[in-house]
């Protein structure tokens, strides 16, 4: 089939590369020509796992183009994928819809066949609704222009794995006949993995992707409740979720306790739905979510705390060595990065703050370039008052204590994700701390 991908971000560049891959001719469109062309070249403009060498090959075999006109999208695809962003508004909480908005008003215009236009956006529940009455109503098609929903649930660090394997499709249809377009999209995933498909009405489709990010988010907030308690009762979080994980209706995964979540959906997506919840009028009902919220952000908060009373109560004059920026490991996504929080929160109390990241220093760098940056963990580390590790990457878990507490100035590291082998730093001389969990001090 011919298909477009409109918005070629995180989403969009991996649905069109995977896409594809399955088969289908796919033609990326993004209003960002320097994206356009890095995506054109095989290049991924952002770090993804699997995701260079898919574009590279399926360029190569002429199946995925990318062009920045709707236009050309218009006259090229049967059906359109929305892929653009829905950040937060400025100065509130709910999403901010204008990206989504202006793709069907520049697609519509161009629509003179009927077509299928599928939203994978997060959205608010009854975007779907209004756009597809906007659709009709500005595509010369009319009503053979129209909507679905079809939310997405790639997790980044894995989204090539989650966009090719996922665990249930999901789509929200006016009509049978749009279900089967899209289980013709979908066949080649479909059949090799029995994956489950799901179809039913708009409204339901939105809901199912942001009560998903709402569940996860929740669950992270519940153990880092829990991990404050253990804290005031001497108790040991980790333990706590890996005992409680082993319940299989609880399970085992999103209970790891730390610096709590970040990143460019969940975040956005709990505000944006309890502000949705609020206009509907069900505000009280998510009004938990506010509460997941404050969990969250406690804990960034929590972290900065423990790294000062390490340093004897204040940063002034010290040295912060910051491990991670990401807000997440084997991503280079900083958005509302847990990591970047807490290193400009000690920056702005006092402290020198040295990051390093083994892929988001460019990122990094053009946000917050008051901090200093180091080329490696051990040179970030140098003459350190604490070290405070606050994205899991596998290189820090890696990482010889014993070799950096000779370059520090302090053998002090707070654990802020759990993930360290924290004997092993005690054993080079470490003072450990972490969240949730006491270490008696190492003999
Ligand atoms: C998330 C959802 O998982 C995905 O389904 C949705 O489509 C988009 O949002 P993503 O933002 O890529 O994906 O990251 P995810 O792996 O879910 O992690 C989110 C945040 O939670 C990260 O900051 C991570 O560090 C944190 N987290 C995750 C925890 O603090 N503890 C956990 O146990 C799991």
Redesign the pocket.
Known sequence: MRLTVIGTGYLGAVHAACMAEIGHDVLGVDVDSAKVEALAAGRPPFHEAGLGELLARNVEAGRLRFAISAAEAADFGEVHFVCVGTPQCPGSDAADLRYVDAVIDALAPHLHRDTLVVGKSTVPVGTAARLAARLAGLAPAGAGARLAWNP??????YAVQDTLHPDRLVVGVGSPADDELLRAVYAPILQADQTPWISTDFATAELVKVS??AF?ATK?SFINAIADVCDAAGGDVTTVARAIGYDNRIGS????A?????????PKDIRAFLARAQELGAGEAMRFLREVDEINMRRRRRTVDIARELVGGSFLGRNVAVLGAA??PDSDDIRDS?ALNVAATVQLQGGQVRVYDPAAMGNARSQFPSLDYAPDAEKACEQADVVLHLTEWQEFRDLDPAVLARVVRRAAVVDARNALPAERWQSAGWTVRALGRTFAPAA
Do not use: H, Q, W, Y
């Open positions: 997405e649930f790639l997790r980044e660090g998903a990010n996860l992270i995964r999103f209970l790891s730390g610096l709590g979540f970040g990143g460019g959906c969940l807000f997440k847990p």
